[in-house]
C-alpha cells in the first residue's frame, strides 16, 4: 500500500464511514482517485472494491481519472444563463481550446458543467481548483487562462475581496454577501454564547418544549414542526443519538446558508449545541456542500474556540454529564443530498440514495441510531427562541407559521441577495422590496417549488398558502416560459441519484417531449402527456426529488398554458403516437403491478 493513501486512511481511523473524507484528501493530493487507490482503500478499510468504486462514481466532484491541473467548474443554473453564462462558456472553451465535459491536450485544463454553486447572487460564478471566482465575465476568462498558462497559482488570481468575514484571514474570498435586509430572529445582534446562560437552568425536555411552544416549523420547504421532531427521537429506544445538520443548500436559487456560515457560523453553532442537549445526543455533524469548502477553516477556528470556552467536549456549558462535540462532514456534488436520508447515507460513506421510510430517521438514522436532521436556518432560530422565549418568537409571522424567513432573491431584479422578513409578506410585497425588473413568474422554492405568474403575486409567503424554502428566483418578461421549465427538467436528470425508474427515465422523456414542443413541432396531446405524466412522478418515486422533478412542468401548464399552446402547430401531424402505458405493459404484467393489463 501507498504510504500516502494509508496515512489518509489512518488519518481518519480506518473507518468506512468516512469515505468520502478519505476520497477528498486523496482528490486534493493527486487530483483523482486511480484504480490502484481504490484496490488499496478496500483493502486497508476491509470493504468491497465495489463498495468503493459505487461511492466514489456518485458524486460530481470525484474522479477515477485524472482531470486538468486547472478544473473549472462553471455553474449552469437558470439564473447563470439569465446573466450571461453562454458567452462565458464559449470564451472558455476557446481559450482553453477544449470543449465541456473534456482535458485540454495539455493536461492543463478540465472544463465541467455543475449545478448551483450557491452564488446566484453573483452570477455567472465558476469554482477552480476550489476557489470561488463570481461575476465572470469573457475578459476575465482570457486573464484568468492567460495567467494559467503562465504558471500562476488560482489564488494568485484572487484581485478583491467580498465585505464582511470574506476579506479576513481565514476566508479570502471574492464572494460577496448580499445581506440586503436585517430582521428581528436570524441577522439580529447576539453575543456568542448568550443562551448557554439560560440554558445551564433548563432540563432537556424544557427546551423541547420550548422550541414546541414557539411553533417553529422546519426552513427546508417541508415545514414539521421542530420541537415534535426532536421529541420523536427522545422517545426511540436507543439512547445513543445523534444531531445532523443540513447545510447542503444544493437547491438552484439558494444561497442563506452561505451567508449564515460567512457572518455568524457561531449562531448556528451554538443551535448545534441546544439541539444536542435537548435530544440527548453524542456527536453534531454539520453537512456541509463542497461548494462552500473555501470557508473550512473559518469554521473549523469558531469550533476550536468552543472547544476552548468548554461550549464542546465535556460537560458542555457547565452542564454535567453533557458530552458533546461537532464535526464537519463535507458532501461532493450531489443535490440529492438535501433529502435527509440520502444526507445520512452520505455521511456514512456511501451513495446518497435516499432510504424507504419508514422507519424515520428519529427512530433509525445515523449509524441507525435515532438523528435528528434539522437546517441550518432552523437551528440559528433556536437560539433565539432559547434565549428570548417561545412567546416572543410567536409575535411575529402569522397564525399558522411563526418567525422571519430568510429569502435568497435572485434572477431579473435590481438587489439580489438575502432578505430576513417576517412571514406573511406577499410575492408582490417581495417583488418591490427586491426591486423586480419587468417580473412575468416567480420561481418559488426553487426548481422544485412552484412557478406563478401575476395571477398569484398577492398570494402570502406562508405554510398556509405558499411555503418555501427561500430560493425565490424571479423571471422577467423577456424570458422564455418553456426555456426556464427546460433548464429546471434538466437539472433534475443530472441530480437523480437514479435509484427510482420514473425519476431515471420520465424525467427525460418529459424533457425530450419538451423540446420537442420547444422545436414547433408539439401537438395537443403533447400537453395532455406531460400533464399525465408528471402526475406519474409525483405517484411512483420515493423521495422529494423524484416526486418533485415535474414541478416546474406542471406548474407551468397550469399558469402559462399560452406559452406552451403559442408553440402548438395547427392542422401538422407531429404525433409520436406513443403510449407509455402500452409501453409499460409487459413488464408490469411481470411483476404484477398491474394485473389487469
Not at 101 to 129: H, K, R, W
Not at 176 to 196: E, M, P, Q, Y
Not at 237 to 245: A, D, P, Q, T, V
Request: net charge negative; hydrophobic share 35%.
Amino acid at each position: 500500500m501507498s504510504s500516502q493513501v494509508q496515512s489518509i486512511v489512518d488519518k481518519f481511523g480506518n473507518d468506512a464511514t468516512r469515505l468520502m473524507d478519505i476520497f477528498i484528501d486523496i482528490s486534493k493530493d493527486k487530483g483523482h482517485v486511480g484504480e490502484e487507490d481504490i484496490a488499496e482503500i478496500a483493502d486497508q478499510l476491509n470493504i468491497s472494491r465495489v463498495d468503493v468504486e459505487q461511492t466514489l462514481s456518485f458524486y460530481h466532484f470525484f474522479s477515477k481519472e485524472p482531470r486538468g491541473k486547472y478544473n473549472i467548474y462553471l455553474n449552469n443554473s437558470l439564473v447563470a444563463e439569465f446573466m450571461g453564462r453562454e458567452e462565458v462558456a464559449d470564451a472558455f472553451e476557446k481559450a482553453t481550446g477544449t470543449q465541456f465535459g473534456s482535458v485540454s491536450e495539455d493536461g492543463l485544463f478540465g472544463l465541467y458543467d455543475t449545478s448551483c454553486i450557491g452564488m446566484n447572487d453573483q452570477e455567472p460564478a465558476a469554482i477552480i481548483n476550489g476557489v470561488v471566482f463570481p461575476k465572470i465575465t469573457t475578459y476575465r476568462v482570457k486573464e484568468l487562462i492567460k495567467a494559467f498558462r503562465a504558471g500562476k497559482t488560482v489564488t494568485e488570481m484572487v484581485n478583491s475581496f467580498g465585505g464582511g468575514q470574506n476579506q479576513s484571514a481565514l476566508i479570502k474570498s471574492m464572494v460577496t454577501n448580499n445581506l440586503n435586509r436585517r430582521g428581528a430572529v436570524i441577522f439580529s445582534d447576539h453575543t456568542a454564547g448568550n443562551s448557554f446562560i439560560k440554558l445551564g437552568s433548563m432540563k432537556p425536555k424544557e427546551v423541547i418544549e420550548e422550541v414546541k411552544n414557539s411553533n417553529i416549523r422546519g426552513r427546508g420547504g417541508a415545514g414539521f414542526p421542530t420541537g415534535l421532531k426532536w421529541e420523536f427521537c427522545t422517545r426511540a429506544g436507543n439512547k445513543e443519538r445523534y444531531l445532523l445538520c443540513n447545510a447542503d443548500e444544493g437547491e438552484p436559487g439558494t444561497f442563506k446558508d452561505r451567508v449564515i456560515l460567512t457572518e455568524i457560523p457561531h449562531l448556528l453553532f451554538e443551535g448545534m449545541v441546544i439541539a444536542g442537549y435537548a435530544i440527548g445526543a453524542k456527536e453534531g455533524i454539520l453537512y456541509l456542500r463542497l461548494e462552500y469548502e473555501y470557508l473550512q477553516n473559518h469554521l473549523e477556528t469558531i469550533l476550536d474556540d468552543f472547544r476552548k470556552k468548554g461550549w464542546l467536549g465535556k460537560n458542555v456549558a457547565g452542564i454535567d454529564g453533557f458530552n458533546y462535540d461537532i464535526r464537519i462532514q463535507f458532501g461532493a456534488g450531489a443535490y440529492v443530498c438535501g433529502e435527509e436520508t440520502a444526507l445520512i447515507e452520505s455521511c456514512e460513506g456511501k451513495r446518497g440514495e435516499p432510504r424507504n421510510r419508514p422507519p424515520f430517521p428519529v427512530s433509525v438514522g445515523y449509524l441507525d441510531k435515532p438523528t435528528v436532521v434539522n437546517n441550518v436556518e432552523t437551528l440559528c432560530s433556536v437560539v433565539k427562541i432559547i434565549q428570548n422565549g417561545g412567546e416572543w418568537y410567536k409575535s411575529m409571522g402569522t397564525k399558522e407559521t411563526s418567525g422571519t424567513k430568510l429569502l435568497s432573491i435572485s434572477g431579473d431584479v435590481r438587489y439580489p441577495g438575502v432578505f430576513e422578513i417576517e412571514w406573511g409578506m406577499t410575492i408582490r410585497e417581495m417583488l418591490e422590496m427586491a426591486g423586480a425588473i419587468d417580473p412575468k413568474a416567480v420561481q418559488v422554492g426553487g426548481p422544485s417549488g412552484r412557478l406563478i405568474g401575476e395571477n398569484e403575486f398577492d398570494r402570502t409567503i406562508c405554510y398556509e398558502d405558499l411555503p418555501t424554502g427561500g430560493a425565490m428566483i424571479i423571471i422577467g418578461q423577456n424570458r422564455s416560459i418553456l426555456d426556464v421549465i427546460k433548464n429546471f427538467t434538466e437539472f433534475f436528470i443530472e441530480e437523480s441519484c437514479g435509484s427510482c425508474a420514473p425519476c431515471r427515465y420520465l424525467t427525460v422523456i418529459l424533457r425530450n417531449r419538451l423540446q420537442k414542443i420547444i422545436d414547433g413541432k408539439g401537438v395537443a396531446k403533447d400537453l395532455e402527456d406531460l400533464a399525465h405524466w408528471g402526475k406519474q412522478m409525483k405517484m411512483a418515486n420515493r423521495c422529494g426529488l423524484g416526486q418533485t422533478a415535474a414541478n416546474p412542468i406542471l406548474s407551468g401548464l397550469e399558469n402559462f398554458i399560452q406559452d406552451f399552446e403559442a408553440k402548438i402547430e395547427k392542422g401538422k401531424d407531429f404525433d409520436t403516437k406513443f403510449d407509455l402505458d402500452k409501453a409499460i405493459q409487459e413488464s408490469s404484467r411481470a411483476v404484477g403491478r398491474f394485473p389487469q393489463a
